[in-house]
């Protein structure tokens, strides 16, 4: 039994999956622990912490991408850029990063930035707000569920349309869940739900 590149390759792939899912948790929590914070001082580590990981999520995409352009140049035919599978995956990356780098990116650098002029005290009103925004949470859930299906489209290599339909129900699943999340932080923090931000509920 010996080491192949195409073995340590993979490893490599599966090492900046693990290392993205991590990171994912991290802001996962940080989006709750902002949104439950009763005092700016909370919120200013906590913004720091997203101002810094946020960022390297892009680094992260382009590693899997490029880890996994060699994977299939190594594996002689038997993947194939035509593949259902991996056709699914690469769409799902590149609509997730599209979508963060459109919508989570901004209010994110909005969000530290007014964490970083407020006043110590009590959370303001409109930062409170931008603690649960729907578009910044569905979209956060969104691909860390999405990018689970494309780890299981990885392991199970299925064909046809069940290829999407495993992305979608995960990206559902994951809608489901921040807006349970959503629902549950306002009721707690007796935030009023503006009509804009009712989409989550629907």
């Known amino acids: 039994m010996h080491l192949t590149l195409y073995g340590f390759v993979l490893f490599l792939h599966i090492a ?8 994912a948790g ?4 940080a989006l709750q622990a902002m949104a ?7 919120l200013r580590s906590w913004g720091r912490l997203v101002h810094r990981l946020d960022p390297v999520f892009p680094f992260a995409a382009l590693l899997l991408l490029g880890f996994g352009a060699w994977l299939i140049h190594l ?8 593949d259902g599978w991996l056709l699914t995956a690469l769409i799902t990356l590149i609509v997730v990063e599209g979508l963060s780098g459109a919508l989570i990116a901004p209010k994110a650098k909005a969000a530290v930035k007014g964490i970083e002029q407020a006043p110590d005290g009590p959370v303001p009103i409109d930062l409170r707000r931008l603690t649960v925004d729907p578009a910044v949470w569905h979209i956060s859930h969104v ?8 780890v299981l489209l ?13 992305v979608v129900v995960a990206a559902a699943i994951g809608v489901a869940v921040s807006a349970a999340q959503l629902r ?3 009721a707690l923090a ?12 629907v």
Do not use: Y
Not at 26 to 29: K, N, Q
Not at 36 to 42: G, I, K, L
């Open 16 to 23: 900046v999956a693990i290392v993205a899912f991590m990171m």
């Open 26 to 29: 991290v802001m996962h929590a």
């Open 36 to 42: 439950r914070a009763s005092d700016v001082r909370e």
């Open 75 to 82: 594996s002689d035919g038997e993947i194939r850029w035509g």
């Open 143 to 150: 691909a860390t569920f999405g990018f689970a299906g494309v």
């Open 154 to 166: 990885m392991a199970a290599k299925p064909a046809g349309v069940l290829c999407p339909i495993i």
């Open 184 to 186: 549950a932080l306002r």
């Open 190 to 201: 007796g935030t009023p739900v503006s009509p804009s931000s009712r989409v989550e509920a």
